[in-house]
């Protein structure tokens, strides 16, 4: 990619402080403008920019060094990202990559001679349920990748055919609901959730919130009326509402289609949350992986505030003022996790932080704070429709309502499903057409392996609670490549803040890689097991604390897997000893007996 000469470069960078002011919790938000412009962020617009904010250099560059999709090194004019998650893979994602590769004449990782081209892979950017898949310049997503279709992309990416001219086929993002129940069933009409909170009053709205036994739908599952009457209840005024669109979880895509066909419900969800809190300002962090529906979903928000849904004096109700702005990211599965997210939001690396304090009490800017998830706030607008005991009655009484699952992998019908909580797991597995099944992985990487012999177990916060990715192996799989298959995701998706998680994912990752090059022992499997305990007592968040969940269940209920990589019982090591003394005989000029390893 050819650099601007710096003229242009220092326009472009005053047109992007121009829109968003010297604000440095603008800082994401002004790094990504300038990549869109210039391509890459060079040291010198990024000195300038660190000036015009009065920052250190250092801090701007350890924000740009610290997501996947911004760049401080020159990347092709055209960037294409594979989605890389394990079904993609058993899909064929990376020989189509080495295809694309061979065609386009380019290493993967590296930038073409010319400049012109970078082909590599990412994490999952949703779209499990039709992958193979990739992202192209972070902006337009092409699905259901084949030979045929790469073969053609190489042809229009070399003609430098501009992206609206690709066949508007290939960007088709189909949204299959399988089974639909309350949040996937008929849309309300906009606003119907809000007018029913303020016909309602604040408090009568959280105690209908707190009837319904609402637990937050991103995994760890926390009572949403609780983390709400705890940010209420705080002195400190000017609170926050924030939705956590950063569907990261490997194999999970049922935000993708909330996001697309019941924004407004998820709007509704957060302006009742303004309404309780007495909050003024609203966020939605949109995951970069999911950029191509900004459009959309700011059309949805300039839509609401002409119905008088968002803005000054909603629906007419005095004082009641709100306003949602949506926060890219950058490719950061850590920018999950709520507190890492917050960092982001202000514009920093999306390092989490130490808790408490908590951010209902001490969120973003220091304000308190609520996030929830797009499922979460969904749901909070059907139970202020219906009231909080019908929620409850649905699910269980520990789990209550219905969940929404990802349904993808080795099975017909892949999809979404919706069920009331405590369904079985083996009711999905017939619902969409899997046939002998091994395993699943249910909610994601960091969440469970469950094996044949446990599909009678229930979805359910009190036996197998789920974020929502349903990943089905059948028998035809290797468990051990999943699970190495995760590591790798692990390690990669590491925020590097703690030694245990930066140095002890990396260090699973060279084991597995080493049983997978036929030089495993037993010791082996010993030391995945330390590695295992260290991370999970150890680390700074979850994300590391997880991070040896599938290889954990796998070593404990596919051991065969695991076992038919071991070269010995024993200590094996994991390279030729004996070649590793070459340079040094042939220094000395021995070549005896005595100077080699017994074979």
């Not at 803005?311 to 709520?338: K, M, N, R, T, W």
Request: proline share 4%; with cysteine; charged share 25%.
């Amino acid at each position: 990619m050819t650099t601007l000469p710096a003229a242009e470069a220092d326009t472009e960078l005053a047109t992007v402080l121009a829109q968003h002011g010297a604000d440095r919790h603008a800082l994401l938000q002004m790094l990504i403008a300038l990549q869109d412009r210039l391509g890459w962020l060079p040291r010198r617009t990024l000195a300038a920019l660190a000036d015009a904010l009065a920052l250190p250099l250092a801090e701007v560059e350890g924000v740009a060094g610290f997501y996947r999709f911004l760049h401080l090194q020159p990347v092709g004019r055209w960037r294409l990202l594979f989605s890389d998650n394990v079904t993609d893979r058993q899909a064929g994602s990376r020989e189509l990559m080495a295809l694309l590769c061979e065609r386009l004449r380019v290493q993967p990782g590296a930038r073409r001679d010319d400049g012109r081209v970078s082909v590599d892979a990412t994490s999952c950017i949703g779209l499990a349920d039709q992958g193979p898949s990739l992202l192209v310049n972070h902006r337009q997503v092409v699905t259901r990748l084949g030979a045929g279709r790469i073969e053609r992309i190489a042809e229009l990416v070399e003609a430098d055919t501009p992206l609206h001219q690709w066949p508007a086929e290939w960007s088709r993002v189909d949204d299959v609901v399988q089974r639909a129940d309350v949040l996937l069933g008929p849309a309300p009409a906009p606003g119907e959730a809000l007018r029913a909170a303020l016909a309602r009053g604040a408090e009568a709205t959280l105690a209908e919130l707190q009837a319904s036994r609402l637990r937050g739908r991103g995994g760890a599952g926390y009572p949403t009326a609780q983390k709400w009457a705890a940010c209420r209840a705080t002195a400190a005024a000017g609170r926050i509402v924030v939705c956590n669109a950063d569907e990261g979880e490997p194999g999970t895509f049922k935000d993708r289609t909330l996001l697309r066909h019941h924004a407004h419900a998820l709007f509704d969800g957060m302006g009742i949350a303004a309404f309780v809190l007495g909050a003024q300002r609203g966020f939605v962090y949109l995951r970069g992986e999911y950029r191509w529906l900004l459009d959309d979903l700011q059309a949805v928000l300039a839509e609401r505030r002409r119905l008088g849904l968002l803005g000054s004096a909603i629906l007419g109700q005095a004082g009641f003022d709100f306003d949602i702005a949506i926060h890219l990211g950058a490719g950061a599965y850590v920018c999950g996790e709520e507190s890492a997210l917050i960092e982001s939001l202000e514009g920093h690396r999306g390092v989490p932080r130490i808790r408490p304090p908590f951010p209902a009490e001490r969120g973003y800017l220091g304000l308190p704070t609520v996030v929830n998830n797009v499922e979460t706030f969904c749901a909070v607008a059907h139970i202020v429709r219906h009231g909080g005991s019908w929620w409850a009655d649905i699910g269980t009484a520990q789990s209550t309502g219905t969940k929404i699952h990802s349904v993808s992998g080795d099975c017909e019908r892949p999809g979404l499903y919706e069920y009331p909580f405590g369904t079985r797991i083996g009711r999905l597995l017939e619902d969409c057409g899997a046939r002998d099944t091994q395993a699943v992985q249910v909610g994601g990487p960091s969440g469970s392996c469950i094996s044949a012999f446990e599909f009678g177990r229930k979805l359910a916060f009190e036996d197998v609670p789920t974020a929502g990715a349903f990943m089905v192996f059948d028998r035809s799989r290797d468990l051990f490549e999943v699970a190495r298959g995760f590591a790798d995701f692990f390690a990669h998706e590491s925020c590097g803040f703690c030694t245990p998680c930066r140095v002890g994912t990396e260090l699973v990752l060279r084991r597995l890689g080493k049983l997978a090059g036929g030089a495993g022992s037993r010791h082996d499997i010993d030391v995945l097991f330390e590695l295992d305990r260290l991370l999970h007592a150890s680390t700074h968040c979850g994300l590391g604390a997880t991070a040896c969940n599938p290889l954990r269940d796998t070593i404990l209920k596919f051991r065969p897997a695991y076992e038919q990589h071991l070269q010995s019982l024993h200590f094996a090591p994991g390279f030729d000893l004996d070649a590793e003394l070459s340079t040094a005989r042939a220094l000395t000029g021995r070549d005896d007996a005595a100077a080699h390893f017994e074979r």
